[in-house]
């Protein structure tokens, strides 16, 4: 595996994840003369494959040991705290010791993808122009005189095409070892999250509000911001891998890409963070929410409530054109990362997300030892 940049430079030989019970570790180079990087420093490995002669030998001094946060899965439901939105976390600096490295050459990649886009439309300018130039001559007939526009053309196109090509192996290439459990537990994993991805409504639980006045008395006892977002299998462009990611789009913050042993978190400005999976805490429970919009087709309707409701959830008669409306069950998922991400998603089918969460809270467990 390589990371190649433009004009097929390659940055580094290989990169290679290595998921294990003491931690998530990142090799540079191929096997037989690399270089590993961990929570306890860089080790130089060097042997012949196939041999068994193999060396080890510490390089540079240690790094210094990450925080970890709260670890652990809960399967409790519990009720959903009245929030608000907190101001956003900053991506830079967010990521985790053993991912560190990984983390620098995606950032280089992100940035050199960047400068061949701006290149590309460039180049897709010049050739449109030179393109245009040729036929205005041969309508002229100096075309067929002077052979420079043609060659202009040519020119321009093959630019544009080096341009493309570049940016098509502009990527990190990550392999991704793990053992024959690990890789079971994260195909579950993996299902689960598929059959998530088909739940008929995905929301992103942005606040809850508290409402102050009596006279705003409503079916909520608070405001809820939910806006709809994307749940699917899609990878980050400047990561390649033979695993997909599962995505999370977040309409207000960082989209969260899930893959085996860690989470990419990638902002709106281009900023973004990797994340250990043993260093995130994810939650579920339900939502019994008054929907005043359509419902969802795979929704649990549990009952129905009133519009304008009193606190015993009586009728609120001081409203002639009050109706009745259905009390459906969500399920909802919160993401708690090391670095103060707080994350909440609702989605239409609950028992989809419970089964989600349980697979994330055995796999976690698994690479956790």
Not at 69 to 84: C, K, L, Q, T, V
Not at 211 to 219: D, E, F, G, L, Y
Not at 253 to 260: E, K, R, T, V
């Amino acid at each position: 595996m390589a990371l190649k940049f433009r004009r097929r430079v390659t940055v580094f030989p290989g990169v290679r994840l290595n998921l294990s019970k003491s931690g998530i570790s990142t090799t540079i180079g191929p096997r037989g003369a690399n270089v590993n990087f961990n929570r306890h420093g860089a080790f130089l490995n060097t042997g012949l494959p196939g041999t068994g002669i193999y060396d080890r030998q510490r390089i540079g001094g240690g790094r210094r040991k990450a925080s970890r946060s709260r670890a652990g899965y809960n399967d409790d439901f519990f009720e959903a705290p009245e929030f608000i939105v907190p101001p956003s976390v900053a991506l830079e600096g967010a990521t985790c010791e053993g991912l560190r490295d990984l983390h620098d050459a995606l950032k280089a990649c992100v940035s050199e993808r960047k400068k061949l886009r701006s290149e590309i439309a460039a180049a897709e300018k010049a050739a449109k122009r030179a393109a245009d130039l040729l036929l205005i001559s041969r309508i002229l007939i100096v075309g067929f005189v002077f052979k420079y526009f043609g060659r202009n053309r040519d020119e321009k196109e093959a630019i544009l095409a080096e341009r493309e090509a570049a940016l098509d192996i502009c990527s990190v290439d990550v392999d991704i070892d793990a053992d024959a459990s690990t890789t079971e537990a994260y195909t579950l994993l993996k299902n689960a999250f598929e059959a998530l991805a088909t739940c008929d409504m995905v929301w992103d639980i942005s606040s809850k509000i508290p409402r102050r006045a009596v006279k705003q008395r409503s079916h909520q006892g608070a405001e809820h911001y939910r806006i709809p977002v994307a749940c699917n299998m899609t990878s980050i462009e400047a990561l390649r891998s033979e695993f997909e990611g599962m995505h999370l789009e977040n309409a207000t913050g960082a989209d969260l890409y899930f893959y085996p042993g860690f989470l990419v978190l990638v902002g709106r400005k281009g900023a973004f963070a990797l994340t250990d999976h043993r260093e995130i805490r994810m939650t579920f429970g339900t939502e019994d929410f008054p929907e005043t919009e359509t419902v969802p087709d795979d929704a649990e309707i549990i009952g129905s409530t009133w519009y304008r409701a009193n606190k015993d959830g009586s009728p609120d008669l001081r409203f002639r054109d009050n109706y009745e409306i259905p009390l459906c069950r969500y399920g909802v998922i919160r993401i708690e990362g090391p670095a103060g991400h707080d994350e909440k998603f609702a989605f239409s089918n609950a028992e989809k997300a419970a089964a989600f969460a349980r697979a994330f809270g055995a796999y976690k467990s698994l690479i956790s030892g």
